[in-house]
């Protein structure tokens, strides 16, 4: 199973971006995907999560900012980032949580990352 990001980049302060996750391979069912970021010198950092059952959770440094959605035909969830500010500069993480890769099997994995800089 392989998550694939796209979507980072620079942008100004008060502007947005769009990141998108799809996962591809061998798999029967998702349970949850979601985001984290690590800021440079921070700890990882959860910012969102959607489960399968279309719930949204968000980090309170995001809330009213950034809407996470799913598309479960397409295995993907997207990450919309309004009014960002310099603070959510970072590298931004895909997970997917519980992926049923055989009966009674489930791993999470994770992308590799995709780099958010916002900056004047």
């Known amino acids: 199973v392989q998550l694939v990001e796209s979507g980072g980049g620079l942008v100004q302060p008060g502007g947005s971006l769009r990141l998108s996750c799809a996962a591809s391979?061998?798999?029967?069912?998702?349970?949850?995907m979601g985001w984290h970021r690590r800021a440079p010198g921070k700890q990882r950092e959860w910012v969102a999560t959607?489960?399968?059952?279309?719930?949204?959770n968000y980090a309170d440094s995001v809330k009213g900012r950034f809407t996470i959605s799913r598309d479960n035909a397409k295995n993907t969830v997207y990450l919309q980032m309004n009014s960002l500010k310099p603070e959510d500069t970072a590298v931004y993480y895909c997970?997917?949580?519980?992926?049923?890769?055989?009966?009674?099997?489930?791993?999470?994995?994770w992308g590799q990352g995709t780099q958010v800089t916002v900056s004047s």
């Open positions: 959607a489960t399968n059952g279309n719930n949204t």
């Open positions: 997970y997917a949580e519980r992926v049923r890769v055989a009966l009674g099997v489930e791993y999470d994995y």
């Open positions: 391979g061998s798999f029967f069912s998702i349970s949850a």
